[in-house]
């Protein structure tokens, strides 16, 4: 059974991290690049998608509070890290389910940089969970490799959701994305 756990099997290791920032991707493109251009098609003011895209990134700007915090609170029966990013998956998939729900308007520019700036939260905070993981379990001859890993990963998954959720945004409603968005990020959960 030793060649089913993450930190003596290497290549579980980097096929973990690339699903987790895989799965990262698809809120980053959805709300750095879908919506933004969803607020630009329904003639949405530049300045206004501008507040948008401030209130989206404003959590990664912060993100460097999160790794004392992360380091600081463990619960370890789950271990340093897993806790954190279980709970921010969760998080995320809640303010999905919430928006999606909402269903606010492309004039509710208030209500969408809300929404975008906690999920983003939830987001910034796997983000830093991740980082820490692949510090705790990586070893120094596999670092370049699993940091390609980790960027390709979110890159394909910002692709992928930007295209996919774009889609079903356009094609189904913005509830429909939303909920899509939540099941995703539900895959991670369940990995």
């Known amino acids: 059974m030793d060649h089913l756990v993450i930190s003596t099997n290497k290549t579980l290791r980097y096929s973990l991290l690339l699903f987790l920032y895989f799965i990262q991707g698809f809120p980053v493109g959805v709300f750095f690049l879908t919506i933004p ?34 380091d600081r609170f463990v619960y370890l029966p789950m271990g340093r890290r897993r806790a954190w990013l279980l709970g921010a998956f969760l998080w995320i998939i809640l303010v999905l389910l919430i928006y999606g729900t909402i269903a606010p308007n492309p004039t509710q520019l208030s209500l969408l940089a809300t929404f975008s700036l906690l999920v983003m939260l939830g987001t910034a905070v796997q983000d830093t969970a991740i980082d820490a993981m692949a ?47 939540a099941g995703v990020v539900g895959l991670a959960v369940l990995v």
């Open 37 to 70: 251009a969803w607020l630009a098609e329904n003639k949405m003011d530049v300045t206004d998608i501008g507040y948008f895209s401030l209130m989206t990134t404003l959590p990664w700007t912060l993100k460097f509070i999160n790794g004392f915090i992360l």
């Open 135 to 181: 510090a705790d379990l990586v070893q120094e001859e596999e670092l370049s490799m699993a940091n390609g890993l980790m960027f390709g990963g979110q890159i394909i998954g910002v692709a992928t959701g930007t295209a996919t959720i774009g889609y079903t945004i356009t094609h189904f409603g913005f509830s429909v994305g939303m909920y899509a968005l």
